[in-house]
């Protein structure tokens, strides 16, 4: 039986600086069975090294959607993982690493799972992976961690289709991811907890960095999200009470 790909999976590249990469990230995205390209920054749609590299794909070069920045490119998006060869160290919050083969499934998830790739000079800002529910790295040699954007891709769509292609078609559930607009929320009323804690000020920024770490890593639904911020909710409430009759 033929393998079926990702239809929920969206690869986006934040400002690509070389045409002919994106073409060649059209093109194994046609490999892997993954459609939904999303470019931000220039429209390089058509340029012709695009065009050429892009070769039997030119249908899912064409088809991307073009943004003016990330924010933009994952509105609709419910769960980001951002590739990134820059670690951070043991203290570092904002770059905690999941390896590659570490990720889960994406046809296990209900909406729509983004893979974010970041500019072949710079990567992406801790602005922009601040935004993405996790952040994972390709094991590559500690000498020179940098790979090529289109290679990058490659070797994560390989991966994700070797472990997780499935042989049937995906069957519906009722269940549906929590979107980041719900895990905001939840993560909103803890920021404010976290506010009315003993916590050393310079220590609260963390805290709420890693609670925001967890969620990502937690694939949660709506439902669980929506009772876990019920939950805060009523804690922050309690903690509000208690305050006022001191």
Same mark, same amino acid.
């Given at each position: 039986?033929? $393998?079926?790909?990702?239809? &929920? /999976? ?13 073409? #060649? ?18 429209? %390089? ?6 065009? %050429? ?10 088809? *991307?959607?073009?943004?003016? &920045?990330?924010?933009?490119?994952? @509105?609709? %998006? ?5 590739? !990134? *060869? ?10 905690? /690493? ?5 990720? =889960?499934? =994406? ?6 799972? *983004?893979?974010? #790739? ?5 990567? /992406?800002?801790? @602005? ?5 529910? $996790?952040?994972? !790295? ?5 000498? +020179? ?15 994700? +289709?070797?472990? +997780?292609?499935?042989? @049937?078609?995906? %069957? ?6 929590? !979107? ?8 909103? #009323?803890?920021? @404010?907890?976290?506010? /009315?804690? !003993?916590?050393?000020? #310079?220590?609260?920024?963390i805290a709420k960095q890693v609670f925001r770490n967890l969620l990502g890593r937690a694939y949660m639904t709506g439902r669980e999200i929506a009772t876990l911020t019920g939950t805060v909710r009523k804690i922050k409430q309690l903690v509000d009470s ?5």
């Open positions: 039986m033929k $393998l079926s790909g990702f239809s &929920n /999976l969206y690869v986006v590249l934040v400002d690509p600086q070389n045409p002919g990469n994106v073409g #060649f990230v059209a093109r194994v995205m046609a490999n892997f069975g993954v459609t939904n390209l999303r470019i931000v920054g220039e429209d %390089i749609r058509y340029s012709p090294q695009a065009q %050429i590299f892009s070769v039997h794909a030119a249908d899912v070069l064409e088809g *991307a959607g073009v943004y003016d &920045n990330l924010e933009r490119a994952l @509105e609709d %998006i419910d769960a980001v993982w951002v590739s !990134t *060869a820059r670690t951070g160290s043991n203290h570092s919050v904002t770059r905690v /690493l999941v390896p590659l083969q570490e990720l =889960p499934d =994406p046809n296990s998830l209900t909406g729509k799972v *983004a893979l974010v #790739f970041g500019r072949e000079s710079t990567g /992406l800002t801790n @602005e922009e992976i601040a935004m993405c529910d $996790l952040t994972f !790295t390709i094991p590559a040699m500690k000498s +020179y961690r940098s790979l090529n954007l289109s290679h990058a891709v490659a070797v994560v769509l390989y991966q994700l +289709y070797t472990d +997780y292609a499935p042989k @049937e078609s995906r %069957i519906p559930t009722e269940q549906r991811a929590a !979107t980041f607009d719900e895990r905001e929320q939840v993560c909103i #009323f803890f920021d @404010e907890l976290v506010e /009315l804690t !003993t916590i050393r000020d #310079f220590r609260k920024p208690e305050e006022s009759t001191d």
